[in-house]
């Protein structure tokens, strides 16, 4: 549904399509075309439920057409939105807010899951405390995304800094999936990963936890995915935005109450997507460090959001009383 507040900006992202984006130009009698975007991980099962059980068609109705794309990181996914490729989805808090403070139109419109980060270290790496971080190299999905900003901050804590910002702390970028062949072959040592990759890593490379989703800054809080959207959409069509969210919550319910149900659609989703079959024990055990919530924990995110200034992921000290649009959760 691509937006004439998107013409301009130029595509720069490689992303995974499961259903390509067709025209912007609506033909007479043709139905406008929304486009959900998500990523292949538990953070991400609203999206995935409600795909799976319809709920963005049934919510939105006989007028949309409604199409899906995932995402290999929030970098992707924010330069899908901006564009006007995806309409909403999840994403981290991260990417929302790096954004924000760079004058993008995005806003947060509902929460979608909080905790599943963990900091995992590879068999063989000698780390055996968050003392021993020190001249080793740690993974993130991204620079500046939500586990990258929660693990720094953790670290911060002890003294430890990365090179990016002076310290002896190596960093690298790369996807979650690629992270047990990154471990097996020693060039990485540690990696801040959602879950369940965090999980898979623990059964597949014998990796060891360091530091739990409930000891990592802002661990059961913070929200490690949100719903996004622009602000240009709600003021255009906030009927539609409504309808986003409505099909979103009705996704999180489901969750909460077929625990067991959505697991195993969430494998057959991520499995199409990654060619990666999770097994359903590494998924039990991630599950346990997830909630699954459509609130927002406005403070956490403006703590979250501080953190990221003074980390320097942020150029200036954010001011985000526009960013939160809870108005469609209520």
């Given at each position: 549904?691509?937006?004439?507040?998107?013409?301009?900006f130029?595509?720069?992202?490689?992303?995974?399509?499961?259903?390509?984006?067709?025209?912007?130009?609506?033909?007479?009698?043709?139905?406008?075309?929304?486009?959900?975007?998500?990523?292949?991980?538990?953070?991400?099962?609203?999206a995935?439920?409600?795909?799976?059980?319809?709920?963005?068609?049934?919510?939105?109705?006989?007028?949309?057409?409604?199409?899906?794309?995932?995402?290999?990181?929030?970098?992707?996914?924010?330069?899908?939105?901006?564009?006007?490729?995806?309409?909403?989805?999840?994403?981290?808090?991260?990417?929302?807010?790096n954004?924000?403070?760079?004058?993008a139109?995005?806003?947060?419109?509902?929460?979608s899951?909080?905790?599943?980060?963990?900091?995992?270290?590879?068999?063989?790496?000698?780390?055996?405390?968050?003392?021993?971080?020190?001249?080793?190299?740690?993974?993130?999905?991204?620079?500046?995304?939500?586990?990258?900003?929660?693990?720094?901050?953790?670290?911060?804590?002890?003294?430890?800094?990365?090179?990016?910002?002076?310290?002896?702390?190596?960093?690298?970028?790369?996807?979650?999936?690629?992270?047990?062949?990154?471990?097996?072959?020693?060039?990485?040592?540690?990696?801040?990963?959602p879950?369940?990759?965090?999980?898979?890593?623990?059964?597949?490379?014998?990796?060891?936890?360091?530091?739990?989703?409930?000891?990592?800054?802002?661990?059961?809080?913070?929200?490690?995915?949100?719903?996004?959207?622009?602000?240009?959409?709600?003021?255009?069509?906030?009927?539609?935005?409504?309808?986003?969210?409505?099909?979103?919550?009705?996704?999180?319910?489901?969750?909460?109450?077929?625990?067991?149900?959505?697991?195993?659609?969430?494998?057959?989703?991520?499995?199409?997507?990654?060619?990666?079959?999770?097994?359903?024990?590494?998924?039990d055990?991630?599950?346990?460090?997830?909630?699954?919530?459509?609130?927002?924990?406005?403070?956490?995110?403006?703590?979250?959001?501080?953190?990221?200034?003074?980390?320097?992921?942020?150029?200036?000290?954010?001011?985000?009383?526009?960013?939160?649009?809870?108005?469609?959760v209520?």
């Amino acid at each position: 549904m691509k937006k004439k507040w998107a013409a301009g900006f130029i595509a720069a992202a490689t992303v995974l399509t499961l259903a390509a984006c067709g025209s912007s130009e609506e033909g007479a009698g043709e139905k406008e075309k929304v486009v959900i975007g998500y990523f292949p991980n538990l953070d991400h099962v609203p999206a995935i439920v409600a795909k799976e059980k319809g709920y963005y068609e049934e919510a939105l109705g006989d007028e949309y057409d409604v199409e899906y794309k995932t995402f290999p990181d929030g970098g992707a996914f924010m330069v899908a939105l901006k564009t006007g490729d995806v309409d909403a989805g999840l994403v981290g808090p991260g990417p929302v807010m790096n954004n924000f403070t760079n004058g993008a139109d995005v806003k947060m419109i509902a929460g979608s899951s909080s905790g599943g980060t963990v900091i995992v270290a590879r068999d063989g790496s000698g780390i055996e405390t968050v003392e021993d971080f020190e001249g080793k190299t740690f993974i993130t999905p991204g620079v500046g995304c939500t586990h990258d900003v929660q693990m720094e901050t953790f670290i911060s804590d002890y003294g430890i800094q990365s090179n990016r910002i002076g310290g002896t702390l190596k960093h690298t970028t790369g996807k979650p999936a690629q992270y047990a062949g990154l471990f097996e072959s020693g060039k990485v040592d540690l990696a801040a990963v959602p879950e369940p990759w965090g999980s898979l890593l623990v059964k597949e490379e014998n990796a060891k936890i360091i530091v739990d989703s409930t000891e990592i800054s802002y661990g059961t809080t913070l929200p490690n995915s949100v719903l996004a959207t622009n602000g240009a959409l709600i003021e255009e069509n906030p009927e539609l935005v409504q309808s986003i969210v409505s099909a979103h919550k009705k996704a999180i319910d489901f969750i909460n109450s077929n625990p067991d149900e959505t697991k195993t659609l969430t494998i057959a989703d991520i499995k199409e997507t990654t060619k990666q079959e999770l097994p359903a024990d590494v998924v039990d055990s991630a599950w346990k460090r997830i909630t699954y919530t459509a609130d927002i924990n406005e403070e956490v995110v403006k703590e979250f959001a501080a953190s990221s200034y003074d980390l320097k992921f942020l150029k200036e000290k954010p001011d985000f009383a526009a960013l939160i649009d809870k108005q469609f959760v209520q």
